[in-house]
């Protein structure tokens, strides 16, 4: 009976495996994506209950039912919850906690099992017990900073050498790791143990601060993979095929999602970690309000009601406004006076990855008008109005022109080439990477000050009224 | 060295499995369009929640009066569902957004 019950667990792990690869191969499609969700969820779900039901560890089941029972329920009650209520633009810092969540587990698994490790138990136990805690709180930590960072609690700060002084914290962590491995007596292990987790903390923070807000996704999904390999340790340490499968998924497919972005950006990964050091002075300088033009809700309105071809240029402005709505309102009006409306959507326009897809399709915008970079770039130069709606970065030609741009070789959407910008922002402030950006004094750029909501139901208004 | 042998030896299986996953990994990856990177990320960051396994392993395995690893893994299973839970659903509700809608055309059947 009880070795039939380890064969039922093995079953369901096997499961459990497969469902997570099928799942994850379904999400990599627009049409499949949400079974594929689905699919990895159920797997996920008969591998926690095959646990529960059938685990026995030396013919015992499972100890404590009342705890973990109670830990479950609480945990899906807040995770529902929050997931439910949070507002789509804050959905990138979402991502991060849950990661972070995660990392957080593994440390939690290393302390409980660092205390229980019997006298003489094998150098690699111990090895995969350190390499969880120190993979877990690196992935903890950094998840942390980059939440607080999306969420602008966190600002961006480095100091002069932080560069080298991270990698002496990490030096020193594998120090000790090494140290503890080798059975040094000098110091009492425990203590050891925990200096590990306190450094590892400690450089998970020092390692995401100093990189640019606007890299945060990138930084996510590094950290997404870390938390995949801090599992795979645990796969490891219990012998368990699926948290090993499931981890080692995500730890490779994160890192290859990490690049995939970057490429996007057309940035390397090293660009991105460390391209934020030697970029901070030149973006610090206190830039001088650039000469600009302004032109009036009305004037906007004629223009816009009179041209053959719009692009709109989605931004995190316009997530910031929740004005998704009132914007596929207006182009559902502009439509109507037989005006041709796209959208021009930059692949990291927003704080994430296809975040204004999103944005617009919760809006019920038809997915043919969203036009990816190149199909833009290939649209401006017919296009008569560009309607930027609070982005910045995506559409700075410093990217092109200024070497000394943080964001300089990131491909953008060139709207400088159609007949008229309007720029839609609260103020003349720099953009989420700090810097200046030239298009807004560009001599047929004009600047419409105001939140972009607002901004919107008055051009409404006034195009109606045309 | 020999343990070190050892070790791959007895869990010689476990390599096969992580070397495979990885390359997986890679392949189920590539060739995303970038509309689905960040509901690829999030449905991925759930999956990496199946470290709740070992919390529940961890506090279940724990002698009922060993009340460090109850707490510690009581916050485990918490932080784990939270990672998994949480994960899924938000996930689910960005890929909501993609319900693939018919184009609408409308059709002004012209006989009049």
Same mark, same amino acid.
């Given at each position: 009976m009880n070795s039939m019950g380890a064969s039922l667990l093995s079953v369901c792990y096997l499961i459990g495996s497969v469902a997570f690869i099928v799942g994850l191969k379904m999400l990599a499609h627009p049409d499949t994506a949400r079974k594929g969700n689905q699919i990895s969820a159920a797997g996920m779900a008969l591998a926690i209950i095959g646990t529960l039901v059938l685990y026995r560890s030396g013919g015992q089941h499972l100890n404590n039912y009342g705890w973990i029972a109670g830990a479950l329920v609480i945990g899906a009650v807040i995770g529902t919850l929050t997931a439910r209520k949070v507002k789509m633009t804050a959905m990138p810092q979402l991502v991060s906690i849950f990661n972070g969540m995660g990392g957080l587990c593994a440390v939690l698994i290393s302390i409980i099992e660092f205390n229980r490790i019997a006298e003489g138990s094998p150098v690699l136990h111990t090895l995969i017990i350190l390499a969880g805690l120190l993979i877990g709180s690196v992935s903890f930590s950094g998840s942390m900073v980059a939440f607080g960072k999306l969420s602008g609690k966190i600002k961006d700060y480095a100091f002069s050498g932080q560069h080298i002084f991270n990698l002496v914290v990490l030096a020193v962590v594998l120090f000790l790791v090494v140290y503890l491995l080798c059975g040094?007596? &000098? &110091?009492?292990v425990p203590f050891v143990f925990y200096g590990i987790l306190v450094l590892s903390v400690t450089y998970g923070v020092l390692f995401v601060l100093p990189i640019g807000g606007a890299d945060m996704p990138v930084v996510i999904s590094l950290l997404n993979s870390c938390t995949g390999i801090a599992t795979a340790c645990g796969g490891f340490l219990y012998n368990n095929p699926v948290m090993l499968t499931g981890g080692i998924l995500v730890g490779s497919a994160g890192a290859i999602l990490t690049v995939i972005m970057c490429n996007a950006m057309n940035r390397s990964l090293m660009n991105v970690l460390i391209g934020s050091f030697g970029a901070k002075a030149a973006a610090s300088t206190p830039g001088k309000e650039e000469p600009h033009k302004e032109i009036s809700i009305s004037d906007a309105a004629t223009a816009m009601a009179y041209a053959k071809k719009i692009m709109i240029v989605p931004g995190y402005g316009l997530a910031v406004a929740q004005a998704q709505n009132t914007c596929h309102e207006l182009e559902k009006l502009l439509q109507e006076k037989g005006v041709e409306v796209k959208y021009a959507i930059h692949p990291v326009a927003g704080r994430m990855p296809g975040h204004m897809n999103v944005l617009l399709a919760e809006a019920d915008v038809s997915y043919d008008l969203l036009l990816d970079l190149d199909q833009s770039n290939d649209e401006f130069p017919t296009t008569d109005i560009a309607l930027i709606l609070g982005a910045n970065d995506v559409v700075n030609p410093a990217a092109e022109n200024d070497p000394s741009s943080p964001i300089y070789g990131m491909k953008i959407l060139d709207v400088g080439k159609s007949k008229m910008v309007i720029v839609n922002k609260r103020t003349m402030k720099p953009g989420y990477a700090g810097i200046q950006n030239q298009l807004f004094s560009a001599p047929n750029t004009s600047m419409l000050f105001g939140d972009a909501k607002e901004v919107l139901q008055k051009l409404i208004t006034e195009i109606k009224a045309i | 060295m020999n343990t070190l042998l050892d070790f791959i030896q007895q869990n010689i299986e476990m390599f096969y499995v992580v070397i495979l996953s990885i390359f997986l990994g890679i392949e189920v990856i590539s060739k995303v369009p970038s509309v689905l990177h960040t509901p690829l990320m999030s449905g991925a960051n759930a999956i990496h929640g199946v470290i709740i396994i070992g919390a529940i392993i961890a506090i279940g395995t724990a002698a009922p009066d060993n009340y460090l690893a109850i707490v510690l893994g009581f916050l485990a299973v918490i932080v784990g569902t939270l990672n998994v839970v949480g994960g899924f659903v938000v996930t689910d509700r960005m890929l909501e957004m993609f319900k693939t809608r018919k184009p609408v055309t409308i059709k002004k059947d012209t006989d009049e």
């Open positions: 040094g007596a &000098v &110091v009492p | -």
